[in-house]
């Protein structure tokens, strides 16, 4: 089965950090530009951030700008997501998925190919 698979994630504090990783069955990362998204109870998914396929282009939601950072990993096929300084309000179920297009990449479009089963982030006290 095609479908992305999303680590990483776990109960933290405000004000601390966690990097997510993305990984993948049956398709290969560097061949499509890859977005993060989230999904927090009794809210709709909304895309995070995004990498372009060349990796020249990253993008962000305002929520997180100047806290979360994308990548490529080097000697694997993996995407991570970098989360600092973390709020409350990004408590959520966080997943990856591969874009079509470079443009939907750029507006951090839920039209994307596949979901993975996501992986938990806790920000609480």
């Known amino acids: 089965q095609v479908q992305p698979v999303e680590s990483g994630g776990g109960l933290v504090q405000p004000g601390g950090h966690l990097r997510l990783t993305c990984t993948a069955s049956g398709f290969t990362l560097d061949d499509y530009a890859i977005g993060w998204f989230r999904q927090a109870p009794g809210k709709e998914r909304e895309g995070v951030s995004c990498i372009s396929e060349d990796s020249d282009s990253t993008y962000y939601a305002d929520s997180v700008k100047g806290r979360f950072t994308i990548s490529r990993g080097n000697t694997t096929n993996t995407v991570y997501l970098q989360m600092n300084t973390l709020k409350s309000e990004d408590t959520a179920v966080y997943y990856c998925?591969?874009?079509?297009?470079?443009?939907?990449?750029?507006?951090?479009?839920?039209?994307?190919?596949?979901w993975g089963q996501g992986t938990q982030v806790t920000v609480s006290s």
């Open positions: 998925a591969p874009h079509i297009s470079e443009y939907l990449c750029s507006k951090l479009s839920n039209d994307v190919g596949a």
